[in-house]
């Protein structure tokens, strides 16, 4: 089974949204996978996800309340077969906590599955109104469906 890991700063807007997106299109799919998703600081810790990411994903069917906000451990290394970092702070603290080059290929920026190798942040969206949520979710839905569409083709019986 695939596993893969999203993290941003808070684990309560960013990270949640990727994983709730990727669970929902996936179960849509048929597809068991392992999904999660965790932070870096540690505020929010085993709160549910912002009101906000709440509703923007509410909005288009995907409940992503459940959740409660962790933070990253290297243990996660072990756990994961992807690790994705929503911005660039995350990519260099994940990368710094790396033991290895295993570890190391594990870990890329959400947004280069849309734009290879630009290494684009999704933008913090929560100093910001719903606008933001908004933008942030058009873009981790369609990293999202990019990412199905890879695991369908890696998995799909020869
Ligand atoms: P996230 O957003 O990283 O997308 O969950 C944030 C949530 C909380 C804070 C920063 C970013 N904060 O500083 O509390």
Redesign the pocket.
């Known amino acids: 089974m695939i596993k893969i890991l999203f993290v941003?700063?808070?684990?309560?807007?960013?990270?949640p949204l990727a994983e709730g997106i990727l669970h929902h299109k996936l179960r849509k799919n048929n597809f068991d996978a392992h999904i999660d998703s965790c932070?870096f600081?540690s505020?929010?810790v085993g709160d549910p996800p912002?009101s906000r990411a709440q509703e923007v994903a509410r909005k288009r069917g995907v409940d992503i309340s459940s959740h409660r906000a962790r933070l990253f451990s290297t243990d996660d290394f072990d756990r994961f077969d992807y690790i994705f970092a929503?911005d660039s702070s995350h990519f260099s603290n994940i990368m710094r906590l790396t033991r290895n080059d295993a570890d190391r290929q594990k870990v890329d920026y959400m947004l280069n599955i849309l734009y290879p190798g630009q290494n684009l942040d999704v933008q913090?969206?929560?100093y910001h109104g719903m606008k933001a949520f908004e933008t942030v979710y058009v873009q981790l839905d369609e990293a999202c469906d990019r990412i199905v569409d890879k695991i369908i083709a890696e998995f799909k019986p020869k």
């Open positions: 941003c700063t808070g684990n309560i807007c960013r990270s932070g600081e505020f929010h912002d929503m913090d969206p929560w």
